[in-house]
């Protein structure tokens, strides 16, 4: 959903368009033109949602391995120099 702000100044943006002295076929360009940026704004916004944050939320989820070398207190009590 858009911000409060973000659809007054959607609306004022519209009234403008039909109170300025623009000629008819250049209002009906405009209106299109504010049709399409909402339109694609809208699937950017629904793709991020759907598609983007499932997919990160799994991500951050999942297990993972990391070989990073170390060893475990486990690993250490067991090696071989240990036993000498």
């Not at 609306?11 to 403008?16: D, K, N, R, S």
């Not at 002295?21 to 949602?49: A, K, N, P």
Request: charge should be positive.
């Amino acid at each position: 959903m858009f911000k409060p702000h973000t659809v007054l100044g959607l609306g004022l943006w519209l009234i403008a368009i039909k109170f300025l002295s623009i000629g008819s076929s250049w209002q009906l360009r405009l209106y299109m033109l504010t049709g399409l940026v909402l339109v694609c704004v809208y699937l950017f916004h629904l793709v991020r949602e759907t598609i983007l944050k499932p997919a990160i939320r799994e991500a951050q989820h999942a297990d993972t391995f990391t070989e990073n070398g170390s060893k475990t207190p486990h690993q250490e009590s067991e090696s071989p120099e240990s036993r000498v």
